[in-house]
């Protein structure tokens, strides 16, 4: 069994670029949600996708937007990044909506200049 | 007032010491609750689910008080692997899975 995985591991851009991240599920898994964590925080909330569609969003603007392909896996894009943009972006997949247990990825950690 | 509030850390104990920790959730809503275990520069990996009647895993007791809108995670005979931050979870299971993360508590076992 595969487990969840994302890339890339590291990434720097600078103010104002665009970044696409993204996120295999583990096998198996429909449902997949996007946290970011800043430095010495809990990871927040960003969204979660449930078979292609977006199924609840958390306090993020806008310029956050994700994907979810046919095959689970989904991309986190960020337009017109900002200095406190810079975070560890995880992901995280779980077996169906009503389940309680989510496996996170590494996660991509994003550093904006 | 934030959802999620933990005790701030960080503890540092000795090895073989008892600690504890204590989370306390605003939202009489929340449905579920969990601690996760996060260690430096890694991923959170579920430590456990907490239930209301209470529940223990080996060295690791996790206690719920829906009255009070408080979890707590007990370990027992600390061990140096135990070092890590936790991350205490609140699933409020509305039309989505709302998780909410507390901003977690560092442990440090010392030898």
């Known amino acids: 069994e595969t487990g969840v995985t994302q890339s890339p591991t590291h990434l720097i851009k600078t103010r104002g670029q665009q970044v696409t991240l993204r996120c295999s599920s583990q096998s198996g898994h429909n449902t997949v949600s996007w946290y970011q964590q800043a430095l010495g925080q809990g990871p927040q909330f960003i969204f979660q996708?449930?078979?292609?569609?977006?199924?609840g969003r958390g306090n993020f603007p806008p310029r956050f937007s994700g994907l979810q392909f046919p095959n689970y896996s989904s991309e986190l894009n960020v337009n017109a990044l900002e200095l406190d943009d810079s975070a560890l972006y995880l992901c995280a997949s779980s077996s169906s909506l009503a389940s309680n247990e989510q496996f996170f990825g590494p996660g991509t950690r994003l550093t904006v200049l | 007032r934030k959802e999620v509030e933990q005790d701030p850390g960080p503890f540092n104990v000795p090895e073989g010491a008892t600690v504890a920790f204590n989370c306390t959730y605003s939202?009489?809503?929340?449905?579920?609750f969990f601690w996760y275990r996060q260690d430096c520069r890694k991923e959170p990996k579920l430590l456990m689910s907490v239930y209301s009647s209470g529940n223990e895993d080996g060295r690791f007791t996790a206690q719920l008080n829906r009255a009070s809108q408080y979890i707590s995670l007990l370990i027992r005979d600390s061990k140096l692997s135990d070092s890590a931050t936790y991350l205490c979870v609140v699933n409020m299971e509305t039309s989505y899975d709302k998780v909410i993360f507390g901003p977690g508590t560092s442990l440090s076992v010392i030898p």
């Open positions: 996708y449930y078979r292609e569609e977006e199924n």
């Open positions: 939202n009489s809503a929340s449905q579920s």
